[in-house]
């Protein structure tokens, strides 16, 4: 089998990093000083988790989930020189619409960024009379321009794929309900304009008796790979005490992406670090996005913990590839 390799990613020297440490077993290991983001880096937040960094002008930049005193949830520019030290900015980030009807901010959450063709994707939780995808877009992480939502409500967790699919954009997405949405699968769908969505596909749906067994919904932009897209996504099993969300890996094929070819029976990462067991919403870790150095397959994966603060953990896109195929369902 030849090794695999990570496609369309530029080298990324500065990506955060620590190796292994000694004796941890799985594909993926925590930041030894997590959390990399705390709940109070803005003076009003109440928490800041479930965020969207990338690579940005040498440094990072991303958007950030960040809940204030009020516990209105809103949306976030962010910079960091590191991946590490992030600089908020204290004002949430406000869209231009050309629709005051569409633009209208009632809240947002879970944000995902993606960078297609040179111009920076954010799809994130948007209220339009109800959860819904919002799509928007920057070229600078200062001014921010809002596209038609993706689909009816109720819907959440709309990631894009990092390029056009048969010349379409391409996205995840998870249709819910108007509350905590007690199942869920993950859809694929493609539009040629980002306003006009269709050719929907299911790709996964939960798995009975396991981490995963209530609803699924996709992760961080997905990773392409000479062996498929590298998909991390959340899984949610329903306990006696509510939900627990765990993050799990699978294998999509490179020019069908619903065709799911490995998917790990394992989870990768689960809720056992104090962080992630202890906070607004316990034993939640819910991964939104990941920084990735093309020529090592070094990954830097940002997820939110307990929906309080921001942890950061490390993985190799090549361990993840192979843990999802020796260990697929
Ligand atoms: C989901 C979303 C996430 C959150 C998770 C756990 O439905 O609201 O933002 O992290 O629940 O509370």
Not at 152 to 161: I, K
Not at 185 to 208: C, N, Q
């Amino acid at each position: 089998m030849p090794e695999l390799k990570v496609l369309g990613q530029e080298p990324l020297p500065n990506i955060p990093w620590e190796d292994r440490p000694n004796g941890s077993d799985g594909p993926l290991w925590r930041y030894s000083a997590n959390p990399v983001v705390p709940r109070d880096l803005l003076p009003t937040s109440n928490s800041i988790f479930n965020s969207a960094v990338v690579p940005f002008e040498g440094r990072f930049a991303g958007v950030f989930r960040c809940d204030d005193w009020t516990r209105r949830m809103e949306l976030h520019a962010g910079f960091s020189d590191d991946g590490i030290s992030w600089q908020l900015e204290p004002r949430p980030l406000e869209f231009s619409c050309p629709d005051p009807e569409v633009g209208r901010f009632v809240y947002g959450y879970d944000p995902r960024v993606a960078k297609i063709e040179g111009r920076y994707y954010v799809t994130w939780c948007n209220w339009y009379h109800g959860p819904t995808i919002g799509v928007g877009w920057t070229d600078d992480f200062r001014t921010f321009h809002q596209e038609e939502n993706a689909f009816l409500p109720y819907n959440r967790n709309g990631v894009l794929f990092p390029r056009k699919l048969n010349g379409r954009f391409a996205m995840l997405s998870r249709p819910s309900d108007n509350g905590h949405t007690p199942f869920g699968d993950i859809f694929y769908s493609e539009s040629p304009d980002l306003t006009h969505w269709g050719k929907h596909r299911h790709v996964m749906g939960p798995v009975a008796n396991s981490w995963q067994s209530t609803k699924v919904g996709g992760g961080p932009v997905p990773v392409e790979t000479s062996e498929g897209w590298l998909l991390i996504y959340h899984g949610v099993l329903t306990s006696c005490n509510g939900f627990v969300y765990s993050a799990g890996v699978a294998l999509l094929d490179l020019d069908q992406p619903w065709k799911v070819v490995a998917r790990s029976a394992p989870y990768v990462l689960s809720p056992q670090a104090t962080y992630e067991c202890v906070g607004d919403v316990p034993n939640v870790v819910f991964p939104c996005a990941l920084l990735c150095d093309g020529p090592s397959g070094r990954l830097a994966i940002y997820y939110g913990a307990a929906d309080t603060v921001t942890g950061l953990a490390f993985a190799y896109a090549a361990d993840l590839v192979d843990f999802a195929k020796r260990h697929s369902l």
